[in-house]
């Protein structure tokens, strides 16, 4: 049993380059979530899923895209890199999500840096 | 707006006690979760509280007062593993966290 596992775990980007950062659960969760975490702030979410092929907007969608084609996968798309982007990245997944208060289980993260 | 404060960095003796505490505005309230976060990893669920009281988990306990608006995690007997950041987590009506910018814990032996 992995848990949550992402891919890859380090990456520099140039200004307008474009990624896709994997994640996969085996614990068969409903909920996905991508978040970015920055020096003094807090955890902030990206986008969401509720299910397979569903997403949702968080608090920081601008510059990001989601796909979830398969209930075990949530990957998160760069289009266009910018510095700001400049981050680590979280993928985490829980039971219940939005039904209810559940814990949410967390991924290694990604270091992405955008020169 | 919502919001979730703590303090950014506290500083502990080994094998002695530490509180770290939590105010929290979010929109409604389900519930405060505690997690934990070594330098370069991913957080871990410590603890979650929806009513108010203590709730008592090995050397670990939480607090919740709902009518303050405020939440503690109380680190005993602590250890040097023990030296991360420690993030509280409100759950708001709409059942999406609200994290604050976590609290820095280092412990002196």
């Known amino acids: 049993n992995a848990g949550v596992t992402q891919t890859p775990k380090f990456r520099v980007l140039k200004t307008g380059q474009s990624m896709t950062l994997l994640c996969a659960q085996d614990?068969?969760?409903?909920?996905m979530y991508w978040y970015r975490q920055d020096p003094g702030m807090g955890l902030r979410l990206i986008h969401y899923?509720?299910?397979?092929?569903?997403?949702a907007k968080g608090e920081v969608p601008d510059g990001y895209n989601v796909s979830r084609l398969k209930k075990q996968n949530f990957l998160l798309g760069l289009e266009s890199a910018a510095p700001s982007q400049t981050s680590v990245y979280f993928c985490?997944?829980?039971?219940?999500?939005?039904?209810?208060?559940?814990?949410?289980?967390f991924g290694p993260g990604t270091r992405l840096t955008v020169l | 707006g919502q919001n979730i404060d703590q303090p950014t960095e506290m500083t502990a003796t080994e094998g002695a006690i530490v509180q770290i505490n939590c105010t929290y505005q979010?929109?409604?309230?389900?519930?405060l979760f505690w997690y934990q976060q070594h330098a370069g990893e991913a957080p871990t669920f410590l603890s979650y509280?929806?009513l108010d009281g203590l709730e008592e988990k090995g050397r670990f306990s939480s607090f919740l007062s709902r009518s303050k608006g405020y939440s503690y995690l109380l680190l005993k007997e602590l250890q040097m593993k023990d030296s991360a950041s420690y993030l509280c987590?409100?759950?708001?009506?709409?059942?999406?966290?609200?994290w604050g910018a976590g609290t820095k814990l280092i412990i002196k032996p």
């Open positions: 509280n929806v």
């Open positions: 614990m068969n969760h409903e909920y």
């Open positions: 979010t929109s409604g309230f389900n519930g």
């Open positions: 985490a997944s829980s039971f219940l999500g939005l039904a209810g208060a559940d814990t949410q289980y």
């Open positions: 899923s509720v299910g397979e092929g569903t997403t």
């Open positions: 987590a409100g759950l708001d009506s709409n059942y999406q966290l609200i």
